[in-house]
């Protein structure tokens, strides 16, 4: 006696083609999310590393660092000026410094003077000559660590 043939029914030519249609749209998702996600974390991993360099400088107020050549190199400052006014009435105020009671007229201004100090130099020695040339191209490039230092006052209080 014959066995009866069992009919195998397989997937067409066209679902074939739409499901590997589907998995390459699929795939280019994925590549391109990927990708985005490679460069953020790259991006923020710079920027993690910079803070690390760069952050005990500004947190102490160091005025030098070592250059990677063991020679001491003073951070470049920017000299600033700030106009102060203070929202007091006028009257008379004990001025702790000199030890005398001072008149002051109300809403009394002075001009402060300082410097600001950029870290940026303590991170770039630590890169190689080819990590600077691709280091102004980084997304993080221009965040630096600055600190001010106040000088006293260069106008008297008016």
Sequence with gaps: MKKPKRKLKGMSLIEIIISLAILAIMAGVLLTIGTVVDGTTRNSTNLKTKITAEAPYAAHRVANYDDGTGTTVAFPTQPITVQVELQCPAGNYYDANSGQVTTYPANPSAVVGGYRVNTEDAYKTQLTTNQLGQY???????????????????????
Excluded: G
């Design 136 to 158: 102004a191209d980084q997304p993080n490039s221009r965040l630096n660590l600055e600190y001010v230092v106040i000088e006293p006052a260069t106008q008297p209080v008016t």
